[in-house]
C-alpha cells in the first residue's frame, strides 16, 4: 500500500489555512493596547527598541524600519526607532565579553529610558538573550510588547502587552509577527488620518 502524497499546492494551502486561524486567535485587545503604546511612545518623543534572535532579528529590523518611515504623519510626526539587532558589531562584543544570554540585555541598558518602549521578539519566548532585556525593561519602567509563538514561553509572564501566535511552527510564528508589523503600521497611519488622539 502506497500513502499519497500531498502536492506543494496542498501543502501551501493548508500552512495559509493554519497560519489564518492562529492569527485570529491573538487577542484584539492587546492589539489594541500595543498600537496605543506604540501612539503615546512617539507623542512622548520616546524610542522604540527592537530585539529579536534568527528570523525574529529580520522581523524586528523590518518592523523598526516600517513604523520610522512608513507613519510619518505632518502632525504626529515620527517614530524614534533602533533594532539591537541591526548592530551586529556590538551584539557580538558584548555578546563575546558578557556572554551571549546578555547581549540584548547590554544594548537596552544603553539605549531605553522608562518613556521608552521595548518590542521583543522571540518565536518561542524563551530566548535567554531576549528574557533578561525584556526584564531590565520592565524594571526600569518601561513598556514591553512581546510577540511571541507556540504558548508564549516566559516572556509572555514578563511582557506589559502580551502578542502571542498560537501557531504550531516557528515558520508561523515568524510569519504572524510579520504580518503584525503590517497590520500595526496600517491601523496607526488610519487613526492618524481619522484625527484619533494618541
Known amino acids: 500500500m502506497t500513502t499519497q502524497v500531498s502536492s506543494a499546492q496542498d501543502v501551501v494551502k493548508t500552512y495559509l489555512e493554519t497560519l489564518h486561524q492562529a492569527m485570529i486567535e491573538v487577542p484584539g485587545q492587546a492589539i489594541d493596547e500595543a498600537v496605543a503604546a506604540l501612539r503615546h511612545a512617539r507623542a512622548k518623543d520616546a524610542t522604540v527598541v527592537f530585539a529579536g534572535n534568527g528570523g ?3 522581523t524586528a529590523s523590518h518592523f523598526a524600519a516600517d513604523l520610522a518611515k512608513n507613519t510619518v504623519h505632518p502632525v504626529q510626526g515620527r ?3 533602533v533594532c539591537l539587532s541591526d548592530n551586529i558589531a556590538l551584539f557580538s562584543a558584548w555578546s563575546n565579553d558578557e556572554g551571549y ?3 540584548f540585555l ?3 541598558r544603553t539605549h531605553l529610558r522608562p518613556i521608552d518602549v521595548f518590542v521583543a521578539l522571540s518565536g518561542s519566548g524563551n530566548s535567554e538573550n531576549i528574557l533578561r532585556a525584556a526584564r531590565y525593561a520592565r524594571e526600569l519602567g518601561c513598556v514591553v510588547i512581546g510577540l511571541t509563538g507556540f504558548n508564549g514561553g516566559q516572556l509572555r509572564s514578563i511582557a506589559s502587552i502580551n502578542l502571542t501566535v498560537p501557531a504550531a511552527t516557528i515558520e508561523e510564528a515568524e ?3 510579520l504580518i503584525l508589523n503590517h497590520a500595526f503600521c496600517t491601523a496607526i497611519r488610519h487613526l492618524d488620518q481619522s484625527g484619533v488622539p494618541a
Do not use: K
Open 101 to 103: 544570554e546578555n547581549g
Open 79 to 81: 517614530f524614534r526607532t
Open 175 to 177: 510569519d504572524g509577527h
Open 56 to 58: 525574529s532579528a529580520s
Open 106 to 108: 547590554e544594548g537596552v
